[in-house]
């Protein structure tokens, strides 16, 4: 079956400090792999995405994620965590096609603190 | 741009009562998607409108949820009647074709 997997339901890191959200996913086929961000009370917001190419992708706010294909792994990563950075960020994968049902990770809560 | 719209954003029902969200996407998006958001877990697909045909109503309970975009723009989303599982945010999505979607704001549904 596809799925997304996020294995921390929280992340604290220290101002400054820099931060990892873990991704993987298991998709039959070549995967669209995406990085959502949600805050209290707001809709998701695209920080990245990864659909072919260069397995780095660079996103918004400073966001980076790496493709990994041997380890089936997407993990978000940012240099320096700043406290507005905190909310609660989701993961998610498309499969067999552009528009095909995207799957979601069950969140990770990031917490930064000042 | 405008973004995807939404409403109402928050709505207060008892049990057995029904409850519909609106929602017009971005203009010029041929894909709509409604999804589920259960406290604690990642949205859930309900339903994927192409224009004004549905793509994928797997995971839509039937039984009471509906859901429809009949001239292929704006779309409704109905509870009819209502379960306190249904506590929910409500997320609507479009897309121009391309793997990424664009979200809304959410309809927060609270059944007492």
């Known amino acids: 079956a596809q799925s997304v997997a996020q294995p921390e339901d929280q992340v604290n890191v220290a101002e400054g400090n820099p931060l990892t959200v873990k991704c993987t996913y298991s998709?039959?086929?070549?995967?669209?792999l995406f990085w959502y961000v949600q805050y209290p009370n707001r809709g998701l917001q695209f920080l990245l995405k990864y659909i072919t190419g260069d397995n780095l992708v660079k996103g918004s706010y400073g966001f980076e994620a790496e493709f990994n294909k041997s380890q089936t792994s997407f993990h978000l990563k940012k240099p320096s965590a700043l406290v507005s950075d905190s909310a609660l960020y989701f993961c998610?994968?498309?499969?067999?096609?552009?528009?095909?049902?995207?799957?979601f990770g069950t969140g990770t809560l990031l917490a930064v603190q000042p | 741009e405008a973004g995807v719209a939404q409403s109402p954003r928050y709505k207060i029902i008892e049990k057995r009562q029904s409850v519909a969200f609106w929602c017009n996407p971005i203009?010029?998006?041929?894909?709509l998607y409604w999804y589920q958001q259960i406290l604690g877990q990642g949205p859930k697909l309900l339903i994927q409108f192409q224009n004004n045909g549905v793509v994928d109503d797997s995971q839509l309970p039937k039984d009471r949820f509906s859901a429809e975009r009949l001239k292929g723009v704006d779309s409704t989303l109905k509870i009819q009647p209502a379960k306190l599982e249904d506590s929910a945010v409500y997320l609507c999505a479009s897309s121009l074709g391309s793997p990424q979607e664009f979200f809304g704001p959410g309809t927060r549904l609270t059944v007492l």
């Open positions: 203009s010029g998006h041929a894909t």
């Open positions: 998709v039959s086929g070549n995967p669209y």
């Open positions: 998610a994968v498309r499969y067999g096609g552009a528009t095909n049902k995207l799957i």
